[in-house]
């Protein structure tokens, strides 16, 4: 069907609204054209022209959550603890055992960041070009595999080695799922779901530190002992689960077994209903529009300001276990292990309870402005006492702000793209800036800056301060910017550019509104 800007008659037919019948059979009537390639969804201004039905959209969004969100949320739990426990093998001899010195740790922790900001754009594009439902758990199974290998390193360059290559195939795990929830979400609705898999990094923290706890209560696996067994049991639970995701997960809608013909219509028109002047949901990667999901303002801001949340993200996730044995240097391994749990669990409840207000309110920005005091607070509590018991309530201050950053910064630079292309490279662009602030976090606490970090600390607060400045210069400027919008005279702007030309101006087209 060709493409065209204009309306069906049937999106203009005005029913009575007291004829019940009639009124379900023209929102039917919608939906299907809405959804059929070739028809935008939405008027020159992005205001959708189509009519859902909220008890069928609801009960569908119901059923996505339960079929969709489990199998990437335990997938990113397992890669965020293959990244994350060399955190606790360190408190168990891994050290000693890689004869490693000075600041040897923050090496082999730089590794991982290397590939993961290098393959992490390279790595999106490529999902979008196999498709997720293949993709992630390729990916996956990759990194549990060397999360195994990691049981078997001998010296430091093996395991820098195996880090470097974990590095490659978890670059594409949180902008991969971010991308492919976004297939299946209204805009508004994204930044929940994505809360409930990113969720699972502080949960990682405390049910890895449970975990290391358990297997180290073993003498032995075989012939893999002490910290080498951490390596060995997740690795291989991850590469199973891995496998199980293979069947379970579908590119997109339309090819889902476990929906209907009527719920694939509606997923499909539903999200194309956000789409301004997009005729089809899922389009061929274009080089413009990947161009365009990078070179935008509010996306580059939002990149820079998770850069900096990452920089507290990472610190907080690799050296808790380093934090809790400064304060408690007496206790047993297993207890200094427990005793990093609680944070977690806490900054847990917050990474979804906000996201979960921001879904409500269809509001971002403001939350991402909100969250840094409360981390800047905690850093505070860690440079101006000695105390333990104070230094441990800093710990969460901080896990209550700083993990909410992530799917609030995700769904916010999904929010501000159009096409699936401009999607795709917006949030690995994201995700790049932030990885470059997990760089940054592993030598935020070096070694002879113990047993108090100044430095560390110091830096940490320097980079929740940036955030709060950053993330409110750029809500001012997206509404400067979207009342200079508001002047322009739209159908002037657009003439004479052809269908495929206007579909591809992306945060360029006129008729294009920040979403705050």
């Not at 409930?196 to 290391?212: N, Q, S, T």
Request: contains cysteine.
């Amino acid at each position: 069907m060709a493409a065209s800007n204009e309306k069906p008659d049937s999106l203009d037919t005005k029913e009575d609204p007291t004829d019940s019948v009639a009124q379900e059979q023209r929102i039917e009537k919608d939906v299907h054209i809405a959804a059929e390639e070739g028809y935008a969804a939405t008027d020159s201004r992005g205001v959708s022209i189509v009519e859902l039905d909220r008890e069928a959209e609801r009960k569908l969004r119901n059923k996505i959550d339960w079929m969709v969100v489990p199998t990437v949320s335990i997938l990113y739990l397992f890669c965020f603890i293959d990244r994350s426990n060399i955190g606790n093998a360190r408190l168990a001899g891994l050290e000693r055992d890689l004869r490693m010195s000075g600041n040897d740790y923050n090496m082999l922790l730089s590794i991982f960041y290397i590939s993961y900001i290098v393959f992490e754009i390279p790595s999106n594009l490529a999902c979008k070009w196999i498709g997720p439902g293949w993709f992630i758990p390729f990916i996956s199974f990759g990194f549990g595999v060397c999360s195994l290998g990691t049981a078997f390193v001998q010296d430091l360059p093996a395991a820098c080695g195996v880090r470097f290559l974990l590095g490659i195939f978890e670059s594409g795990m949180m902008p991969g799922i971010s991308f492919y929830l976004s297939r299946w979400y209204r805009r508004s609705e994204l930044v929940f779901r994505i809360s409930l898999f990113v969720v699972m990094a502080p949960l990682a923290g405390a049910f890895g530190g449970l975990l290391a706890s358990g297997v180290l209560s073993l003498t032995h696996i075989g012939g893999v002992t002490e910290w080498r067994m951490i390596f060995l049991v997740e690795g291989i639970i991850t590469m199973g689960l891995s496998l199980i995701a293979f069947i379970t997960l579908t590119d997109r809608p339309e090819t889902a077994r476990w929906l209907t013909e009527e719920e694939k219509i509606l997923a499909t028109a539903r999200v194309k209903s956000e789409l301004l002047g997009q005729t089809t949901v899922i389009d061929k990667t274009d080089r413009r529009r990947v161009w365009l999901g990078f070179w935008n303002p509010v996306v580059l801001a939002t990149a820079v300001v998770f850069l900096f949340n990452n920089i507290t993200v990472q610190g907080l996730a690799f050296f808790t276990p380093t934090i809790v044995a400064s304060i408690y240097p007496n206790y047993s391994t297993v207890q200094k292990q427990l005793y990093t749990v609680p944070p977690y669990v806490v900054g847990a409840v917050f990474e979804v309870l906000l996201p979960l207000l921001s879904w409500r309110l269809d509001k971002r920005q403001i939350f991402l402005i909100l969250v840094a005091p409360l981390t800047m607070m905690g850093y505070i509590m860690f440079l101006a006492s000695t105390d333990t018991k104070v230094r441990y309530a800093a710990t969460f201050f901080t896990a209550i702000s700083c993990f909410a950053a992530g799917p609030l910064t995700n769904a916010q630079v999904s929010a501000q793209v159009i096409s699936d292309s401009a999607r795709s490279m917006s949030l690995a662009t994201n995700m790049m800036f932030g990885n470059v602030g997990g760089l940054i976090a592993t030598w935020s606490y070096l070694s002879w800056d113990g047993p108090n970090y100044p430095i560390g600390n110091g830096l940490n607060l320097a980079a929740s301060s940036m955030l709060l400045i950053i993330a409110t210069l750029t809500l001012f400027w997206m509404k400067a910017d979207n009342k200079r919008r508001e002047k322009l005279d739209v159908a002037k702007e657009l003439e004479g550019l052809s269908q495929a030309q206007i579909q591809s101006l992306e945060w360029r087209h006129p008729g294009w509104r920040w979403k705050p």
